[in-house]
């Protein structure tokens, strides 16, 4: 089975704090249908000018399509599904 991986950067000049794992619960809405991908990992964390966290998950490549080929896509990541 072929897989992709996906990765996701936050940026802020005055963030401390990085993502708990219960806020790396990853949920991609793509022209209306929800995938609910999973557990993002920690990927880089940087604190030059800018805190710099990259997080990332591993999904099958045929929903990366589905996601890449979207006309519309939103995503969120916590506890809550979207």
């Known amino acids: 089975m072929r897989q992709a991986s996906l990765q996701i950067i936050f940026q802020a000049?005055?963030?401390d704090q990085r993502h708990?794992?219960?806020?790396r619960d990853l949920s991609i809405v793509a022209d209306g249908?929800?995938?609910r991908v999973g557990r993002m990992t920690l990927a880089g964390l940087?604190?030059?000018t800018l805190m710099t966290e990259t997080l990332e998950v591993t999904l099958s490549y045929a929903t990366f399509v589905k996601i890449a080929k979207a006309e519309?896509?939103?995503?969120?990541?916590?506890?809550e599904p979207v």
């Open 46 to 48: 940087s604190t030059d």
């Open 13 to 15: 000049d005055d963030w």
């Open 72 to 79: 519309v896509v939103e995503n969120e990541s916590g506890s």
């Open 33 to 35: 249908v929800t995938y």
């Open 20 to 23: 708990s794992l219960s806020q």
